[in-house]
């Protein structure tokens, strides 16, 4: 990889989105606290751990590595594609955000979640390939090259290994109040496929490493996308499996808490 400085402009660029994310998650906890409805703590610390990610993933020091050492940019890869949504997903913003509402506006964000395109935009198939196809497009192109030389282009992969992998994952573990689901062996189905995609752009890129990238980072990065990868797509089975197990258990066995709905 060339030895380029990821400029400051990109930092905050990417930076700016997960502050503003921080700041109404914790209003929201502030007007839902006043209203005496109590949020549970664990997904506070959940969302604040996946906001932390994320912005070492986009800025400062790790950031800076990330541009000139591939290893480094893998583990980025990792935090803000994979664990940092995943995290975020359990904090379940949308429906703290509809506790804090007033009614009006609570009832025009979840006419907004029955739309096409947030129907579109949950679909597991569509997601599966916003998310794992816009990486093999990344990594088995010159595009992964040419991010490296433009800022703008920087920031806009970096937005979409966000967005993509945030979708992905809100798509297959029902936490929010998502009104178009689908069936856990659907989403089941597309979870493998998902995983088969992803271990073998990962041998690829082990294999044959992106252009201007050593073969030594290649192949430690190639080791963390496969090994770090699994590791959190295993924490979304155990979830996915958990919820299915729910669905299919007597009422009477199952308590009420404020743990992820089953879809």
């Not at 429906?95 to 006419?111: C, D, M």
């Not at 992964?144 to 806009?156: A, D, I």
């Not at 994952?169 to 178009?180: A, N």
């Not at 073998?200 to 980072?217: D, Q």
Request: hydrophobic content about 50%; proline content about 6%; overall charge positive.
């Amino acid at each position: 990889m060339q030895n380029h400085h990821l400029p400051v402009i990109a930092e905050w660029a990417l930076a700016f989105p997960f502050l503003v994310a921080l700041i109404v998650y914790t209003g929201a906890l502030l007007i839902s606290a006043k209203k005496g409805r109590k949020w549970p703590e664990f997904r506070t610390l959940l969302w604040f751990t996946g906001i932390f990610l994320c912005l070492i993933s986009v800025a400062g020091p790790m950031a800076q590595l990330a541009h000139t050492d591939f290893r480094i940019h893998m583990i980025g890869h990792l935090f803000l594609g994979m664990l940092g949504p995943l995290l975020l997903a359990l904090g379940a913003p949308v429906k703290l955000l509809l506790r804090s509402l007033p009614v009006q506006q609570a009832k025009n964000l979840t006419r907004f979640l029955r739309s096409r395109v947030i129907g579109l935009l949950s679909n597991p198939a569509v997601t599966a390939t916003l998310n794992i196809g816009g990486l093999w497009i990344l990594y088995t192109t010159d595009l992964f090259r040419m991010m490296h030389e433009s800022t703008l282009l920087h920031v806009m992969i970096h937005v979409h290994i966000f967005l993509a992998g945030y979708l992905f994952t809100i798509s297959l573990i029902y936490v929010e109040p998502i009104p178009h689901r689908t069936s856990y062996l659907y989403r089941s189905f597309i979870l493998v496929l998902a995983l088969a995609a992803h271990g073998i752009l990962s041998k690829r890129i082990y294999a044959k490493p992106p252009e201007g990238v050593p073969a030594n980072e290649a192949e430690a990065g190639g080791m963390l996308m496969y090994y770090g990868g699994d590791a959190v797509d295993l924490m979304i089975i155990i979830i996915l499996c958990y919820h299915w197990y729910r669905s299919t258990s007597p009422k009477k066995m199952v308590k009420r808490r404020d743990l992820p709905s089953p879809g």
